[in-house]
């Protein structure tokens, strides 16, 4: 069974910076996507960011030249990265692990952008 433990959400200032974590257990994290979805209070929920077992990354456009993820095998940890955040970029952050079968998702992390 996988679990997938989302940290590091908080309230920040328009032009901050947060980092988001994803603690995976299980063996199979090296092996499968990570991703980050968000979903906006009254919007539909949408990917931001994918990183695949090789290091291949890919982002929304809305996030692209803001936003980075990144995965440390070794410690079964997803990262993303968030630099110049813009108040629509207040959501829950949930964080994936997809294999061949199915999609596990945390439980999700809240950021706030405000002033």
């Known amino acids: 069974q996988v679990q997938l433990v989302e940290s590091g959400g908080g309230l920040v200032q328009p032009g901050g910076s947060l980092r988001l974590s994803c603690a995976a257990s299980g063996s199979i994290f090296s092996i499968s996507t990570m991703g980050w979805y968000r979903q906006a209070p009254g919007k539909e929920r949408e990917l931001v960011a994918t990183?695949?077992?090789?290091?291949?990354?890919n982002c929304a456009d809305s996030v692209k030249g803001r936003f980075s993820i990144s995965r440390d095998n070794a410690k079964n940890t997803v990262y993303l990265q968030m630099n110049s955040l813009k108040p629509e970029d207040t959501a829950v952050y949930y964080c994936t692990l997809r294999t061949v079968l199915r999609t596990y998702w945390g439980q999700g992390t809240q950021v706030a952008v405000s002033s």
């Open positions: 990183i695949t077992p090789g290091g291949s990354t």
